[in-house]
């Protein structure tokens, strides 16, 4: 029996497609964005709470979630049950950070990653920790998905942007206790893609703005009045129609960034000056900072 522990969208996403490629019994502790991503996927899903997740199963999986504490949780209270505990990885960035809870650094048994590039970050990193790559099953769900999707859009010679938001403000304020600790916020970075639109090359006839399931679907309201453009709010489709339907992916750091690139989308980085560099390591993503230099 395998207990799956996760709440934010990212690792959701990578563990529910691992459980559709697992034939073992399993039980699942579920909160936040995480259960309607495994509803979707899986369907008819009961969760249970965390101890009695624990008692049941053989071993935990969990994802890594940086705004919830429940997958920390989670492989604290397993790895105190006596109880193999492993944690998949699903992003690129503040890796560190995804195991520490109220100043206590809290290692799961072994760190699984969907890709090389996360491998040799992870490894770098944890030394003390066995690190195992793994086929990324979300990675190979979308690229199915997405081959039956993207031949059903129909083609104009019009531009389109899709704008992935991510809680910068809230994590860095959770994390580290102040909203500006990387030098920029959601709202700066957005305001700074539009106000810089015409450095990309090509004029977007819409702009598709898609708050994180972590975020209201009102907080970029404002953007629609901030802009002569034409600016729409998404997240009502999938991550995977709203990429299929773009030209361009634009955000700072998130992961459909990287399914951006999977779709063979351009793909642009919209941190502002003051900000951090943006630390997703696929080559092929700009920056806007460096088309607005070129202006």
């Known amino acids: 029996m395998i207990a799956i522990v996760s709440h934010d969208a990212g690792g959701a996403e990578i563990l529910s497609s691992w459980l ?8 699942l502790v579920l909160d936040g964005p995480a259960v309607d991503i495994f509803q979707r996927k899986l ?14 199963s053989d071993w935990v999986l969990c994802g890594t979630g940086g705004y919830s504490t429940l997958e920390r949780q989670g492989m604290a209270q397993t790895k105190a049950a006596g109880k193999k505990v492993v944690a998949f990885l699903d992003h690129w960035v503040n890796y560190e950070e995804r195991f520490q809870e109220q100043g206590i650094t809290v290692y799961p048994d072994e760190i699984w990653v969907g890709d090389i590039e996360a491998e040799h970050i992870a490894q ?23 081959e039956s999707v993207k031949n059903s859009q129909q083609n104009t010679e019009q531009i389109s942007g899709l704008y992935v938001c991510e809680p910068i403000r809230e994590y860095a ?21 539009i106000s810089n639109i015409q450095a990309i090359g090509c004029s977007c006839s819409e702009i598709i703005v898609r708050p994180h399931p972590f975020e209201s679907k ?25 990429i299929a339907k773009a030209d361009i992916v634009i955000g700072c750091e998130s992961m459909a960034m990287v399914m951006g690139l999977l779709a063979k989308k ?30």
């Open 173 to 193: 304020l959770l994390q580290h206790g102040d909203e500006r600790y990387w030098g920029y916020t959601e709202e700066d970075a957005l305001q700074y893609f």
């Open 266 to 295: 351009r793909v642009i980085s919209s941190i502002p000056p003051g900000g951090r560099s943006c630390r997703l390591p696929q080559a092929e993503i700009e920056h806007m900072q460096t088309l607005a230099a070129r202006q």
């Open 43 to 56: 369907g008819n899903c009961r969760a249970i709470t965390l101890s009695e997740a624990i008692k049941k």
């Open 218 to 242: 009102s907080k970029y309201d404002w953007v629609k009045q901030a802009s002569p453009l034409t600016i729409k709010i998404g997240g009502e489709n999938t991550l995977l129609e709203e």
């Open 20 to 27: 559709r490629r697992c034939e073992e019994p399993y039980c």
């Open 124 to 146: 770098t990193l944890f030394h003390e920790v066995p690190v195992v790559l793994k086929p990324n099953p979300y990675f190979e769900d979308f690229l199915i998905a997405y």
